[in-house]
């Protein structure tokens, strides 16, 4: 692994360090760390931060990222999109969020997200990005910085998001699954540091997953691993369509839009007179409701979150078998739903999987919440940055 | 990668190569690559063979690997062994196989083991061994080289195997889960050379996986990674009992003893006049015989072959969506259940799969058969030996 990506994380991950505590961390000849630093001063990535404290005889000057490297780290939703521009630590300078609507295409999405870019930089963010990360809600050939296929970004298959960004910033861009990069926040600064095998998974409007073995992204043969929504959970002749087009798939019984559709229905059929009172009130409902209405002891509500739960707990028992794992984070906007569906998820997955492949497995809550986007977009455009091949 | 390593898969792998070809393969220079040799000459790894074609110039002479090394290769099953002595480049010089109840527990089973390879010592085949590789049927902790509660390995949990042999035979052991081997046989010299994301399939007595990517085994956080025998395919009130304790099991409805036990039942029942006939001679059934009654046109045995496929389709098209392989390769002793068996787990897979990931797989059968097994336990030994971290 190259020297200068090793220093720069080093110092992403510890702040300033002083030179002698460089060359013992990377066991590499001072000499050569010397020249390489000296490039990297020049290159205006590192600079010096003042004196160390002392280890007797002469005394070592720390050194740290350069203060002025910004990266911008963007998280695309169906209907939003959040902002943060970070300095070389990844921590937050600024950042901004709003409604964002992904039907209304790349040109006029991209458009707006680069106008949001400009902004921050006129109140003084930053004068030049260092790289940008962004996560768009969809499949996306990593390779080429596209989005290939994805079912609900019409419009958007095969447009060259990287490129786009890349001349309107005059920076490098990585461009990644939306559940990837929530996946890389989580074990950067989130829950999963340093677990091994880490298995993530969104449960939001739809339904994926995103694993990480020795904190790398494993993508497959085709760029199309973790993709569990469509995992089919009951026989082909029962079930609802899904947005793919067959029937049973896990995607179709629960996540944001399936919940939402049960919830109407449990509302209308006056299984839940909770439901339907928000129902008659607001005109519509969506998985918070439930939440709400199952905190608040609505047994209909409950019953929807045991249920979608149980779903989600028997794929992954299939999965934990295959993969066996190391940790299993819960990550996405359904997490509103609590407690209640992390114990479904847990006593199924803790009952029907190999005790072996169980016996060490935390099944936890996403720690970052709605940031892990965003701070997994920063870590990429660092990595980027950096030179680490992504 | 250490040179060693590298000189001696190359000459595995080619044969014998020159000097000048070595530089060129293994870009190091000169000076570094001869003085590499000439130790692994003294190690008596490494062996000259001959000048070289001329390339104009002082003519090269070719190294090869030390015709004097030897690796055994062990595949024990639950009612067999089979054993291969190999030279250096993993080519076969003597084999033997016999019945071995994998019941009678390990110092029976190893020290049998152990009188057959000394055997083979006597009949000249070797005077010393470089390392032995060993295929267990049953979950090993490969660090450790013991397996753990082994289901059908009464006896066996948590026995020194690596070091019980080790002591005997006076050399490095390996010793892997019976499907991670195969599987590795078949990367290595069968039908999935090169191939980086290699999801292999045994379908025998149980059913297991071995995932390989860029030709390395992924065992998961314990070592029980690709276990797929206990992934519920039917909801828990369903189906018949497993071994395992559960219900609705894939493993307790296809592979051999489930299809001997299915054959059964549609024998006495009447439905198949074909294999009430067999059970009738010879009072017990096997998959041999439904694959037999089956290309005989008996369509109860169709039906069985494509149920079970049907079963299998279903976990692999989970699968095939969450970790998007590059290959799948079906191997075991199901295998014999020929085209009507990989036809119906195609279509299913094809069907239920994303089409991302569908689009470029191959579904095939093992090319290697019974011999995967110890050309993988072959392979592994070679590893060891030649100083790779298997």
């Not at 190259?2 to 505590?21: F, H, M, T």
């Not at 904190?215 to 199309?224: L, P, Q, S, W």
């Not at 439901?275 to 409701?289: H, I, N, P, S, Y």
Request: with cysteine; net charge negative; glycine share 12%.
């Amino acid at each position: 692994m190259n020297i200068q990506y090793r220093v720069l994380s080093l110092l992403r991950e510890n702040g300033p360090l002083s030179r002698a505590q460089l060359a013992d961390r990377l066991e590499v000849p001072r000499p050569r760390l010397l020249s390489e630093l000296d490039r990297m001063v020049a290159a205006g990535r590192v600079s010096e931060a003042g004196p160390a404290a002392s280890r007797g005889g002469r005394r070592s000057t720390l050194v740290q990222l350069d203060p002025g490297l910004r990266f911008a780290a963007v998280d695309l939703g169906a209907s939003s999109v959040d902002i943060e521009i970070t300095d070389g630590t990844l921590t937050p300078v600024a950042s901004c969020s709003e409604p964002a609507d992904i039907r209304s295409g790349p040109v006029a999405v991209l458009g707006r997200i680069s106008a949001l870019l400009r902004a921050m930089a006129d109140q003084g963010h930053y004068t030049r990005l260092d790289a940008i990360g962004i996560g768009l809600p969809g499949p996306v050939s990593f390779r080429d910085g596209i989005p290939v296929s994805p079912p609900i970004m019409v419009g958007w298959n095969r447009f060259p998001v990287r490129d786009t960004l890349a001349r309107a910033h005059d920076c490098p861009v990585v461009v990644d699954n939306d559940v990837n990069v929530m996946s890389l926040g989580e074990r950067h600064s989130g829950v999963a540091r340093t677990v091994d095998h880490l298995l993530f998974v969104k449960i939001g409007s739809g339904i994926g997953s995103g694993m990480q073995h020795h904190g790398r992204i494993y993508r497959g043969a085709e760029g199309c691993a973790g993709d569990i929504g469509h995992i089919q959970v009951e026989a082909e002749t029962d079930g609802p369509l899904c947005s793919c087009g067959n029937t049973g798939c896990l995607e179709a019984y629960f996540g944001g839009a399936a919940l939402a559709r049960d919830a109407t229905e449990a509302a209308r059929s006056g299984q839940s007179p909770a439901l339907a009172e928000r129902l008659a009130e607001r005109g519509v409902l969506t998985a918070l409701d439930v939440a709400e209405c199952a905190s608040g002891g609505d047994s209909a509500s409950v019953g929807l979150v045991r249920a979608g739960g149980h779903r989600v707990g028997q794929v992954l028992a299939t999965l934990v078998n295959f993969m066996n794992p190391s940790m299993i984070v819960i990550g996405g906007g359904l997490t509103g739903l609590g407690y209640p569906l992390l114990a479904e998820i847990r006593s199924v997955v803790y009952k029907r999987s190999l005790p072996l492949a169980t016996g060490n497995l935390p099944i936890v809550m996403s720690e970052l919440g709605p940031r892990a986007g965003v701070v997994g977009a920063a870590f990429l455009a660092s990595e980027l940055a950096y030179g680490e091949e992504v």
